[in-house]
């Protein structure tokens, strides 16, 4: 049986996180997938924009659980997120403030 697959989707500035996190996905029994991207990207995948490179959309799209870092002063994306979520059939499983 395989394990519940785990992405993160991270910008640049938030990499130095990624190591801690993904540990702790591990430790959980989740595999986990990574994917950077410029902050523009990260905040259309968390609206669940299907106009984002690949690489991003595959880690997205095989995962039961998704976390996307950013910035602080990019947290009023997040209050939309659950809404965007929910009308893809998603629950909203994790909120990380970085």
């Given amino acids: 049986m395989s394990n519940a697959k785990a992405c993160l989707v991270f910008t640049r500035r938030l990499e130095s996180k990624v190591p801690e996190i993904c540990k702790n996905l591990v ?5 986990v997938c990574t994917a950077v991207a410029d902050p523009e990207v990260v905040e ?7 106009s984002v490179p690949e690489y991003v959309k595959v880690c997205i799209l095989n995962s039961s659980i998704c ?9 009023n994306v997040c209050r939309r ?7 893809q059939g998603r629950k ?4 990380l403030k970085t």
């Fill in 27 to 31: 430790n959980e029994g989740f595999d």
């Fill in 44 to 50: 259309a995948a968390q609206l669940g924009s299907i």
């Fill in 67 to 75: 976390i996307f870092l950013i910035p602080e002063k990019n947290l």
């Fill in 81 to 87: 997120l659950p809404d965007t979520l929910g009308a």
């Fill in 92 to 95: 909203l499983s994790l909120s």
